[in-house]
């Protein structure tokens, strides 16, 4: 079935560094993919998303590719800051055509950035 | 627009109770979903409904049951809770496939 794998945390970067959280997938067909992202004690925000190959998603500095031939969707930011620090899920949505379209997720990268 | 109401937001049972998480969204989405999270294991998927009517399993649906009611509210029941079943709970919806999926705030479940 599918799924996606991400990279595992903690990352802890100093502010104003370079961000990439790798997250690779394995679908049948076209699926859309998504990252997601949770700020202690909330539920899950969209950060970003990209429904076909080649596509970018990006907000808030963040930006992902959609690349078919790699299976893959990291996550990169040029400068964080200390309000990045949060919980990032990759994740992925059955391809259209699938009865189900089902949202799966990794298993989250907790990122920490200090001053 | 509150969006994906969850209630309640904490929950202390005791082995063997039974309770229902309750989940309302005012998107007027057609799919819905409950995930469990636990550490380490990222969001699970326990049932999922993709229109009114319809509901199939996900990764990890032994010990849960679930009732989509309406279009808009989706419950998710523990007829004997367990310990095992100490974990947060996210519903979340969306419209039909290729979109994004939008959460609650979680409930904090813990069976002892």
């Known amino acids: 079935g599918d799924s996606v794998t991400q990279m595992e945390g903690p990352v802890t970067l100093s502010e104003e560094a370079f961000l990439t959280i790798n997250c690779t997938y394995t679908a049948t067909g076209y699926p859309s993919l998504f990252w997601y992202v949770q700020y202690p004690g909330e539920g899950l925000q969209l950060l970003l998303k990209a429904t076909k190959a080649d596509d970018k998603g990006s907000n808030k500095g963040f930006e992902a590719t959609y690349r078919k031939e790699t299976t893959s969707f990291h996550l990169e930011k040029g400068s964080v800051q200390v309000s990045d620090s949060a919980v990032y899920f990759c994740?992925?949505?059955?391809?259209?055509?699938?009865?189900?379209?089902?949202?799966?997720f990794g298993r989250g990268t907790q990122l920490t950035v200090w001053p | 627009n509150a969006g994906v109401t969850q209630t309640p937001k904490f929950q202390v049972l005791k082995t063997g109770q039974s309770m229902t998480l309750q989940c309302a969204q005012d998107?007027?989405?057609?799919?819905m979903y409950w995930y469990r999270q636990d550490p380490g294991m990222g969001l699970r998927l326990i049932y999922y409904?993709?229109?009114?009517?319809?509901?199939d399993k996900g990764e990890v649906p032994n010990g849960y049951n679930v009732s989509r009611l309406n279009k808009r509210e989706f419950s998710l029941r523990l007829e004997s809770a367990a310990p095992s079943q100490t974990s947060v709970y996210f519903c979340a919806s969306s419209l039909p496939l290729n979109t994004e999926a939008f959460f609650g705030q979680g409930t904090r479940l813990t069976v002892v």
């Open positions: 998107m007027n989405h057609n799919s």
């Open positions: 994740a992925l949505r059955e391809a259209r055509g699938s009865t189900l379209g089902r949202l799966y």
């Open positions: 409904s993709a229109s009114e009517g319809t509901t």
